[in-house]
């Protein structure tokens, strides 16, 4: 396994994807490069775009893990934890992490030369179920701090106010998923204090933003802040202590953006290891069955 730094940031667009031209062909050789086992869930997605997530997501755990490690594609072998988080087995004794998250219209993938990196991601709608944003922050109120509550509903406009909402919620689903955690009952114990001297817009990278847990500075994961597009949030948690190699070691003013990559791209290494009838026809016919989303 080489040295280099292995810390990357992509997202892969839905809607890109299902506007390829062979997209069928794409598809179909796809879910046979998963094992029987990682493609189960696949088909038990209602809609197409979860299915397609479901897919993608999958991918870039196997598309990294090969990238990283040179280890054959078909040897490749991924288990998940009790909390349902995804850990390398295959090869062993990696030290590297690798995490991914679907929201919108992206599916959004992090790794780190360390073990633990979580991230997240958050399209920027400005209503939810009908509420003004005072109404669904209230609704959400539980899962804020008092002072992520009070710079929620300061903010100057509707769309400020639930871009502020996804901030936070983009940061505390990432350490969650960071640390393994996966689903905590408080949210609210995680307290995140955000520098207003940094502005927080598309092509920003906020690293000064910090939590407290039951009050407590939590200093060892960095954050970085980010938006893929006028219409997505992004964050992820990573450690703050991190081998030699890693870019963010060798220089501290390290900027990673989330770059996009395509369906093609995700495929070009890979191999099929689970071969289908009729070269999977029937998992693509299935696929069209299911319902699109309405936004």
């Known amino acids: 396994m080489s040295a280099d730094c292995k810390c990357n940031r992509w997202v892969i667009s839905l809607q890109a994807a299902f506007e390829q031209?062979?997209?069928e062909q794409l598809f179909r050789k796809a879910v046979q490069c998963l094992s029987e086992?990682?493609?189960?869930?696949?088909?038990e997605f209602r809609h197409?775009?979860?299915?397609?997530a479901c897919l993608f997501g999958r991918l870039l755990l196997r598309h990294a893990a090969q990238m990283f490690t040179g280890v054959p594609w078909k040897e490749i072998m991924f288990e998940r934890t009790d909390r349902g988080k995804p850990y390398l087995v295959n090869p062993p004794n990696t030290t590297f992490g690798l995490n991914v998250s679907h929201q919108g219209d992206y599916v959004a993938f992090a790794s780190s030369c360390s073990s633990k990196v979580g991230v997240d991601i958050m399209r920027?709608?400005?209503e939810r179920n009908n509420k003004t944003a005072d109404e669904y922050i209230n609704s959400m109120a539980k899962s804020a701090s008092a002072e992520e509550l009070r710079r929620m509903r300061g903010q100057p406009t509707e769309k400020m106010k639930m871009t502020m909402f996804y901030r936070y919620w983009c940061l505390k689903e990432a350490i969650?998923?960071?640390?393994?955690?996966?689903?905590?009952?408080?949210?609210?114990?995680?307290?995140f204090r955000v520098d207003d001297k940094d502005r927080y817009r598309l092509g920003c990278f906020v690293t000064s933003t910090t939590v407290l847990e039951e009050g407590k500075l939590q200093d060892q994961w960095?954050?970085?802040?980010?938006?893929?597009?006028n219409n997505h949030a992004a964050a992820v948690c990573r450690e703050k202590?991190?081998?030699?190699?890693?870019?963010?070691?060798?220089?501290?003013?390290t900027k990673k953006f989330f770059s996009k990559i395509s369906f093609a791209n995700l495929l070009e290494t890979a191999e099929i290891i689970n071969p289908m009838p009729n070269?999977?026809?029937d998992a693509y016919e299935d696929f069209l069955k299911k319902p699109r989303k309405t936004f």
């Open 222 to 229: 960095v954050f970085e802040e980010t938006f893929p597009d």
């Open 176 to 191: 969650l998923k960071a640390t393994g955690v996966g689903i905590m009952k408080d949210l609210n114990v995680l307290d």
């Open 48 to 52: 197409r775009e979860d299915a397609l």
């Open 21 to 23: 031209d062979n997209f």
């Open 124 to 126: 920027l709608d400005t």
């Open 279 to 281: 070269n999977a026809l």
């Open 241 to 253: 202590k991190l081998p030699r190699e890693c870019a963010f070691r060798k220089d501290p003013e």
């Open 37 to 43: 086992e990682e493609f189960k869930r696949i088909p």
